[in-house]
């Protein structure tokens, strides 16, 4: 019997520092806020509300240990917020997000620990958000997806702030902000606040040196844990809207387990389910009044592509890479993004960016193989479906880029639809439930008329 444990926090002004582990192993996060104060948040708020918070965000840190496969859960000093609310939340994040490394590991069985507490219904109740504040906390990574995300809000006449946050997992910290500095210079937030996380299990050597616990992957539900850990932010400042910049891809799969039937999301994290989840809990749990949305969702890659075009300038600073930013031009995402920007922007910019074919890269072949289809999955990673990647590829063939991935098109898709798979991806899905009236009045307008500029663009690409 192996146990998950959580042991107290400590915390000053601008940090918090968490503890847990499994078994003997020991590992620790701490989180750095430039400007947010957890001493006056506890005076305003309460010392058991501000706990509570603590709480979840130590345990969505903690449930990167369950890719250890701990028989229990340990909620040591916190079983007093050992809610069935929370135990649904929990339990339905691992689950789903640990699909992948159950099918990577070869755990069908495995459905996450048993919590060694019971649940408890008393705890502090949720908070209210000032109404006259309509500015939107906007999560900014870097990537196109923020560009798009910033650009909308900015064309909408839409008040936000950025929340950007570096990870010990992505190497050093500094570099990774000045990134997103840089786009963020080309953009007009009102503020701009940064979370600053280190952690040491990721990329801890604790798959060969604990070999007993018998797993070759270690995962985390990063975009969940992102949300709580913005919550101390979102309460100094008096947020209503937490906003990201997920697309309609992240809802589909990358497979369907042939073992359990499931289906196998490396984003879901960043799924329609997940938002309405996280989005329930949060109003019950925390603040009442508050709305946590993508701005993207309603629209596919293809169509966020396309609205790059519209602010030409700014690309060369966006970033995506998870492996040696800004680009190691040899990972899924960077071909990905490297096929599309070359796909729907002026290949001369792009050039500038990569300066080299991403196509002849030995390390990408299998990407692209599995982009198009080829193999048993997508990549694992945040990228689009293989009928968007098809099409991109179509696009790059139409304008004349040669290489040895390029070729693997050519000689192995056979009977694809361009056109249909752009009548397919450039569609605005109305039916998106989580974004406010306010806002869906001043986006979808936006949406829409890219998804129709896109379209007329792509047709004419294909009909050269």
Known sequence: MSTLWLEHYTRSRHQLSMIFGIDDLRFSTSYWYNDVDLLELEHRLGIDYMEK?????????????????????????????????????????????????????????YAGPHFSSQPVQTVPLPQHIAENNDSILLFCGGGKDSLVSLKLLERSNLSYASCAYSSS?????????????????????????????????????VTQLAAE?????????????????????????????????????????????????????????????????????????????SQYFSLLKPIYDVVIFNLLRLDLDNVPFTHSCNV?????????????????????????????LFQTNLFDI????????????????????????????????????????????????????????????VNDTVTVDHNYPLLPPTLANKIYPQLTQAAKASQEYLNHLLSQ
């Open 213 to 289: 616990y018998g797993v070759t992957s270690l995962t985390a539900a990063e975009t969940p844990s992102s949300l709580f850990a913005s919550l101390p932010l979102v309460l100094q400042h008096q947020y209503r809207y937490i906003s990201l910049g997920h697309e309609r891809s992240a809802d589909l799969p990358n497979l369907v387990w042939e073992l359990t039937g499931e289906p196998v999301n490396h984003q879901w994290g960043k799924s329609s389910e997940a938002e309405q989840l996280l989005n329930n809990y949060l109003q019950h749990q925390f603040i009442a009044n």
């Open 53 to 109: 918070i603590y709480f979840h965000i130590i345990a969505f840190e903690a449930n990167k240990l369950t890719s250890l496969q701990p028989d229990t859960f340990d909620l040591g000093p916190f079983k007093r917020f050992h809610t069935p609310e929370f135990q649904t939340l929990w339990l339905t994040i691992q689950n789903n997000v640990w699909a992948q490394w159950r099918y990577e590991n070869q755990l069908p069985e």
């Open 362 to 421: 030995p390390e990408n072949q299998l990407w692209f193989r599995q982009m198009l289809g080829l193999e048993k999955h997508t990549p694992f990673e945040c990228i689009g479906q293989i009928h968007e990647s098809r099409l991109a590829f179509e696009i790059c063939r139409r304008k004349g880029l040669t290489g040895q991935a390029m070729q693997l098109f050519i000689n192995e898709v056979k009977d694809f639809n361009p056109h249909a798979a």
């Open 169 to 205: 997992i992505y190497g050093r910290a500094a570099p990774q902000h000045q990134l997103i500095d840089a786009l963020l210079d080309t953009a007009k937030p009102q503020t701009r606040h940064k979370i600053w996380i280190y952690e040491d299990f990721l990329d801890s050597p």
């Open 324 to 352: 040696a930013k800004p680009w190691c031009k040899k990972c899924a995402k960077c071909a990905y993004v490297w096929l599309n920007y070359m796909a729907y922007l002026p290949i001369d910019l792009v050039n500038s």
